[in-house]
């Protein structure tokens, strides 16, 4: 065998072996090339396999048949760019007269296959230009976050998406959200992320956590309040009702309206108002809505209306003080009694686990999407923290957050314990820890051992 022989079959065995076992470093160093070379050259037979070519126009038919020439070809949509990613390919194009964005979504699984890419989706842009992301490998049987983030005020990244793009939780855009999901579906890892996204921020965390506090007082250093029963839940979310309260008669004493101020400069949100005056945002979780919502008795029962009345309050009008809603449960409709559906309206942001039923995926999404609802059913069992996120315009998505430990949302949050802000409001449900240690204590030295 000459030396190129053996050359050649070393690289085509590194490329199968990190196919196998990394296929992240494999795209980034065959990957790429090749299916970039590969979608070009099939780009025009594909795109008429697939129905999305256009009959040539007539006055090009007319131009052949004056000049005797044949008939041109279909056209597909023109090429606009290919932009290689960390985990696909990005090819935007521009359609052709006569054909629409929902043609090329519809087609999406048959581009898939032909281009050999691993998953293909589409969005419009803009008007007549639509954008395919295709990922070369599954991105999310081992999540791996790219190294650069954005980290805009209060807009949080918590997971990936199945295109390879970073899904964020921005609760400016998105004020309020509802996690649902069954019995070790994930959420509680999402959940992590999200106070582990949350920790470095300047942002007041409240938490509501009806098991006697296991899944969020291990991270109680970096909260500002919790709960851990429905008593002092029901406490909790008046005292948080009086602050919105508050924060809107700050707002109005600052909202700056008179002649000479611009439309931009009035304030109608914390968000608006200066930086030395602005109050601190507070994030809200609760981890299992349904203990809230249930009860046994009269006495229970009169607890639950007001504990929901609060909620409803606090999602209603609480986005322009600042307040923002994570709300998590296993499933969350009308069995949970009355007005919960009220509370859900107001929940945009939907992200669900692994269900067991139609009818919770239908509680996260029936309103949304009937593809969200059958997608979040066939999530299957061994994929632990795989979710479907949607929101209120009908778009969805798959997604997976990285899997963080409970150790490691410990330590972020203990790293950022200095950054509680001091609200007096909720110094009463400040959880009671012992403070961190100023150094590591020293080792003991064993004792010599005597004869």
């Known amino acids: 065998m000459t030396a190129f022989t053996v050359a050649v079959v070393l690289v085509v065995a590194v490329a199968g072996l990190l196919r196998w076992r990394r296929p992240a470093w494999y795209w980034l160093t065959f990957g790429i090339t090749l299916a970039g070379l590969r979608v070009l050259v099939r780009y025009a037979s594909v795109m008429d396999a697939c129905g999305l070519t256009v009959p040539p126009s007539r006055w090009r038919l007319a131009l052949a048949r004056m000049t005797n020439r044949p008939a041109p070809d279909p056209r597909a949509p023109r090429i606009l760019r290919l932009r290689p990613t960390r985990t696909g390919l990005v090819l935007r194009i521009k359609l052709r007269p006569g054909q629409?964005?929902?043609?090329?979504?519809?087609?999406?699984?048959?581009?898939?296959?032909?281009?050999?890419?691993?998953?293909?989706?589409?969005?419009?842009?803009?008007?007549?230009?639509?954008?395919?992301?295709?990922?070369?490998?599954?991105?999310?049987?081992?999540?791996?976050m790219p190294a650069q983030l954005d980290h805009a005020p209060m807009r949080v990244p918590v997971a990936l998406r199945e295109d390879g793009a970073v899904h964020y939780r921005d609760y400016r855009a998105v004020p309020h959200g509802l996690t649902l999901g069954a019995t070790e579906s994930g959420k509680s890892v999402y959940q992590r992320n999200l106070v582990a996204g949350l920790a470095p921020l300047d942002v007041a965390l409240v938490g509501i956590d009806c098991k006697q506090g296991v899944e969020l007082f291990p991270l109680a250093r970096r909260f500002s309040a919790l709960a851990d029963n429905p008593d002092t839940a029901l406490e909790l979310l008046e005292v948080l009702v009086a602050h919105m309260q508050e924060?809107?008669?700050?707002?109005?004493?600052?909202?700056?309206?008179?002649?000479?101020?611009?439309?931009?400069?009035?304030?109608?949100?914390?968000?608006?108002?200066?930086?030395?005056?602005?109050?601190?945002?507070?994030?809200?979780?609760?981890?299992?809505?349904?203990?809230?919502?249930?009860?046994?008795?009269?006495?229970?029962?009169?607890?639950?209306?007001?504990?929901?009345?609060?909620?409803?309050?606090?999602?209603?009008?609480?986005?322009?003080?600042?307040?923002?809603?994570?709300?998590?449960?296993?499933?969350?409709?009308?069995?949970?009694?009355?007005?919960?559906?009220?509370?859900?309206?107001?929940?945009?942001?939907?992200?669900?686990?692994?269900?067991?039923?139609?009818?919770?995926?239908?509680?996260?999404?029936?309103?949304?999407?009937?593809?969200?609802?059958?997608?979040?059913?066939?999530?299957?069992?061994?994929?632990?923290?795989?979710?479907?996120?949607?929101?209120?315009?009908?778009?969805?998505t798959r997604i997976r957050a990285p899997h963080t430990s409970l150790r490691q949302a410990v330590n972020i949050c203990n790293k950022h314990a200095d950054r509680v802000p001091d609200l007096p409001a909720l110094e009463p449900f400040r959880p009671a820890v012992a403070p961190l240690p100023s150094a590591p204590m020293p080792l003991a030295k064993p004792a010599p051992a005597t004869a």
């Open 100 to 144: 629409d964005a929902f043609d090329v979504s519809a087609a999406t699984d048959r581009l898939r296959h032909s281009f050999g890419m691993y998953g293909v989706t589409s969005n419009e842009v803009r008007s007549s230009v639509v954008e395919i992301r295709m990922t070369g490998y599954d991105v999310l049987k081992r999540v791996q």
């Open 247 to 396: 924060v809107y008669q700050l707002i109005r004493a600052q909202q700056r309206i008179s002649i000479t101020t611009p439309d931009e400069e009035i304030a109608a949100d914390i968000w608006d108002l200066p930086t030395d005056v602005r109050p601190v945002p507070v994030v809200v979780l609760v981890d299992e809505v349904a203990e809230l919502a249930l009860f046994a008795t009269k006495d229970e029962e009169k607890r639950r209306d007001r504990i929901v009345t609060a909620l409803v309050r606090l999602a209603q009008l609480g986005r322009a003080a600042g307040i923002y809603l994570e709300i998590c449960g296993q499933r969350f409709g009308a069995e949970l009694g009355k007005s919960i559906t009220m509370l859900r309206s107001q929940l945009t942001g939907r992200t669900a686990h692994r269900v067991n039923d139609e009818t919770s995926a239908n509680m996260a999404f029936g309103d949304i999407s009937p593809d969200a609802v059958l997608a979040a059913v066939q999530i299957p069992t061994d994929m632990r923290g795989v979710a479907i996120a949607g929101d209120s315009t009908g778009g969805w």
